[in-house]
């Protein structure tokens, strides 16, 4: 499977905490850990651990995050002919805040990452032209993404559009040609402007896209599991059950995963079961690209549950 994930790469700033500081309040926190993140580059990392030739279209700073950045790419056996440095700009960095129960806030500066356009689409021509599918997020220029999912369309190229963070200037219209549209419950609320706290809610919202145009919804619901939708089927995939102690970057795993599994429309639930154990192994371990297994790790653990 090759793929070209188009998207983001931030520097993950995270700190453990026992609760948010209140206005004015200064707090001790029990720990930091800093780690090579942001939603593009982690799914390009959680696709090529479960085996994908990967290529990044991304945009670092001139700081010093940003070699780094790269030589975590090139570690990762990730392609990075088209990262480019921006001068006089900083790398985007994430200050993640996770609780004593694993769950995260992520406040994002985006930094060169705004710099990635559309005709930085048109630059990676000849990688994007041999690969199966494109992967997408919202942490780069709405207009990129627009331009990506109509590259792809007119390319024959499948795309893959996990629209996070969920943004309501998002225009459904321009990306409704993805083949897979991949939001969590959240993100899902948020572009629907539709309650998603049940089963029913969300499928009710998800069918709400499926009426504006697009084909597969697949909804990812944290702790418990995936719902995929078309016009005329629905399949929901249960969750590994674990004991997390870090969710951030988890929806990264699962969606790195699925696409690096999902060959065509009848791979899509068994791609799913697997993005499943990847993202459920991942909630097991801190950090976002560090926590996320190797696929030997992977096999031993899907053979065990
Ligand atoms: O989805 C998790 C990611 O969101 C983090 O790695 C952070 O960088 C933000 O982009």
């Known amino acids: ?18 609760r948010m500081p209140m206005a004015g309040e200064t707090l001790a926190a029990p720990s930091f850990a ?20 990967v290529w990044m279209v991304t945009k670092v700073g001139d700081d010093p995050f940003a070699d780094n950045t790269i030589r975590n790419f090139q570690l990762q056996g990730i392609h990075t002919d088209y990262v480019e440095k921006v001068p006089g700009t900083s790398s985007g960095v994430a200050p ?28 990676a021509k000849e990688a994007l032209d041999k690969c199966d599918m494109i992967l997408l997020q919202l942490e780069i220029p709405l207009e990129t993404v627009y331009y990506a999912v109509e590259y792809g369309k007119k390319h024959h190229i499948p795309v893959l559009l996990n629209p996070a963070p969920a943004v309501r200037e998002l225009d459904l219209t321009r990306v409704a040609a993805c083949d897979f549209f991949m939001p ?3 993100e899902l609320s948020i572009l629907t402007d539709m309650p998603t ?40 995939v249960k969750p590994y059950k674990v004991s997390a102690v870090d969710t951030s970057g988890a929806g990264d795993a699962f969606i790195g995963c699925f696409a690096s599994g999902c060959i065509n429309a009848s791979s899509v639930v068994e791609a799913m079961k697997r993005a499943s154990a990847f993202a459920a192994l991942s909630v097991t371990k801190k950090g976002t690209q560090m926590s996320y297994p190797s696929s030997e790790e992977l096999e031993n653990f899907i053979n065990h549950a």
Do not use: H
């Open 1 to 18: 499977m090759k793929l070209c994930v188009i998207g983001s790469n931030m520097v993950d700033l995270t700190t453990y905490i026992d």
């Open 34 to 53: 800093m780690g090579c993140g942001g939603k593009g580059a982690n799914q390009a990392v959680a696709a090529s651990r479960c085996g994908a030739d």
């Open 96 to 123: 993640i805040f996770v609780d004593k129960n694993g769950q995260n806030s992520i406040l994002i500066v985006k930094g060169a990452n705004e710099s990635l356009l559309p005709c930085d689409v048109d630059d």
């Open 184 to 186: 969590n419950e959240t």
């Open 197 to 236: 706290e049940t089963d029913e809610e969300v499928e009710k919202a998800a069918k709400k896209l499926l009426g504006s145009g697009f084909t597969n919804i697949i909804v990812t619901l944290g702790g418990r599991g995936s719902l995929w939708m078309t016009k005329d089927k629905k399949e929901y």
